[in-house]
C-alpha cells in the first residue's frame, strides 16, 4: 500500500482529446501535439510534494495502526504452529482453527481497507489545487503553440520530442505552485452508504 509518484493519476483533459478518427479528418497543416497527463503532474514540484507527504502519512498510519497489527502477528505465529503440529486428516476436523484464520484475515482486510479510504481521500483532497494548475498551464500551452489537436501521451503509439508539450506544461505548473497542503482525511473505520455507493459506481 505504498504511495508511488507513478500511481498519481488525472482523469482530466478529456475537452482536450480528439478521437484518431477525428485526427485524421483534421485539415492539412493543423498544429497536433501530445502530453502526457500523469507524468505532467508527477514529475512537477507540487506534485512530488504531494507524494511524498503522501509517503510520510503512510508510514503514521502505520506505526498508528501498530497496537492492532503486533498482537494479530502473535496470533498469528501461535496459529500456524498449531496447525504445523498437527496431521492433515486432524486438521481437516478442526474447524475452530479455520475460523480463528479467517477472523485475522477479516481484521487485517479491515485495518487495510480503512488505511488506503484514509489515503484516498486525503490523496484527492490534496491534488485538487493541483489540478486547477494543471488545467490553466494545458490551456496556456495550448494557446501559447496554437495547439488546434491534443492528444493524450498514454494512448500514443508513437510521437518525437517535438509534439510532446509535457514539459511545457510542467513548467508551467512549476512556475504557479510547488507545494499545497496535504491534510489528512480521516474517515470511519467502516465505509459510509455514500462511500459504498461511489465505490459501486466507479465499478460500472
Known amino acids: 500500500m505504498k504511495i508511488l509518484i507513478a500511481s498519481i493519476s488525472l482523469a482530466l483533459l478529456g475537452t482536450f482529446s480528439m478521437s484518431p478518427a477525428h485526427a485524421q479528418t483534421a485539415?492539412?497543416?493543423?498544429?497536433?501535439?501530445v502530453i502526457s497527463q500523469e507524468l505532467s503532474l508527477a514529475k512537477s514540484k507540487v506534485g512530488i510534494y504531494i507524494a511524498d507527504q503522501l509517503m510520510a502519512l503512510d508510514k503514521t498510519i502505520d506505526?498508528?495502526?501498530e497496537g492492532?497489527?503486533?498482537?494479530?502477528r502473535t496470533q498469528a505465529q501461535q496459529l500456524n504452529a498449531e496447525?504445523?503440529?498437527l496431521s492433515p486428516e486432524t486438521l481437516r476436523t478442526r474447524t475452530d482453527l479455520q475460523r480463528r484464520g479467517q477472523e485475522m484475515r477479516q481484521q487485517l482486510?479491515?485495518?487495510g481497507n480503512w488505511k488506503q479510504r484514509q489515503m484516498d481521500a486525503t490523496r484527492q483532497q490534496a491534488l485538487t489545487p493541483a489540478y486547477k494548475a494543471y488545467e490553466t498551464a494545458v490551456n496556456a500551452v495550448i494557446k501559447e503553440k496554437n495547439i488546434q489537436i491534443?492528444?493524450?501521451g498514454e494512448a500514443t503509439l508513437y510521437r518525437t520530442a517535438a509534439v510532446d508539450v509535457t514539459e511545457a506544461v510542467v513548467a508551467k505548473i512549476d512556475a504557479a505552485l510547488?507545494?499545497?497542503?496535504?491534510n489528512r482525511v480521516r474517515v470511519p473505520r467502516k465505509p459510509t452508504q455514500q462511500e459504498l455507493q461511489q465505490a459501486q459506481a466507479r465499478g460500472r
Not at 485539415?27 to 501535439?33: D, R
Not at 510547488?178 to 496535504?182: A, H, L
Open 27 to 33: 485539415e492539412t497543416g493543423t498544429k497536433v501535439a
Open 63 to 65: 506505526a498508528e495502526f
Open 68 to 72: 492492532e497489527l503486533a498482537p494479530l
Open 178 to 182: 510547488t507545494t499545497t497542503p496535504v
Open 83 to 85: 496447525i504445523k503440529a
Open 109 to 111: 482486510a479491515e485495518l
Open 150 to 152: 491534443l492528444l493524450p
